[in-house]
Every structure is written in structure tokens, then in C-alpha cells.
């Protein structure tokens, strides 16, 4: 059986503005348990449709930080999931908007 990895979005889930308010974290590049994962960054970002959500940009020559909070485009969204751990030690799923890349519109 075939496990679906990510969504196309459609424009109208994350709404017509996306805003960034500040750079959440970046993630180098790393080699773990003989595997070796590509670098990211990860914003905190909000819309008048969903008000609060992560976008992670996985190349990090292609991800800018903002100075402030800024409109965003996103180039090539996907929605996925990655699993973490809450306060009980219980597994759940956290949607989270991965793009090629983030353009900052003046």
C-alpha cells in the first residue's frame, strides 16, 4: 500500500497574504547515524485564513531572514507532516508548509 508523503496546496488553505513575523530556527546541514539530512529553515508565519503555521525552506542559500514582519510568497508549497513528541512523551502529527524557496514582496 502507497503512504502519501505531502499535499499540493491549494492558494485558497493558506489564504491570499502569508506574513512572516520572525526566523524560527535554522537547521545545518548534518550526517546522523550515517545518513546525512540537507540544512533548513523554518519561520513562524500567519494569514487571515490560518492563523498560525510553520513554513520550512529546505535549502538555505534560498531562504532569507526577515528583518521585521514581512509579506511572503512561497514558491512551490506542500503541506506534510512530521511526528513529535508532546509533554506526555505522546506521538503526534504537525502539519507543516514546506516550499522550494521565499520571496519577501515590499
Known sequence: MAEITTL???PDFL???IFVSREVR??????RFGQSTAGYREYAASSAVQPAFVVRV???KNAPKPNKR???LLIEPELTYIT???ANRRAIDVPIIVA???QFVD
Open 8 to 10: 499540493a496546496i491549494q
Open 58 to 60: 529546505e535549502a538555505l
Open 84 to 86: 513529535e513528541r508532546n
Open 100 to 102: 522550494k524557496a521565499v
Open 26 to 31: 535554522g537547521v545545518l546541514a548534518m550526517e
Open 70 to 72: 514581512q509579506k511572503i
Open 15 to 17: 489564504g491570499k497574504e
